[in-house]
């Protein structure tokens, strides 16, 4: 099963709001959204090792950085997964 949580955060948190939430592992997907439309949309396979989704990401955490420069507030939507 999974879940989807949302967080309104301003632009200088984004980055790291979601390194946390990569960091903690049962996340399948992350999207940023803008003004109701989806920026960025990371997905991220189940049970693959942090480091390894950590240096993939790297390239969108870079994108995501230079675009949290640009906005004050943005949402991010993020889709769990749920250990039944």
């Not at 960091?23 to 959204?33: A, P, S």
Request: with cysteine; glycine share 8%.
């Amino acid at each position: 099963m999974t879940a989807k949580e949302k967080f309104t955060v301003s632009g200088s948190q984004l980055v790291d709001k979601v390194k946390q939430l990569i960091h903690e592992g049962n996340i399948r997907k992350v999207r940023v959204l803008h003004e109701g439309k989806t920026v960025f949309e990371i997905p991220l396979s189940i049970g693959a090792p942090a480091a390894a989704i950590g240096i993939m990401a790297a390239p969108v955490l870079a994108a995501l950085g230079a675009f949290a420069a640009l906005v004050t507030e943005c949402t991010i939507e993020v889709e769990k997964v749920e250990k039944s």
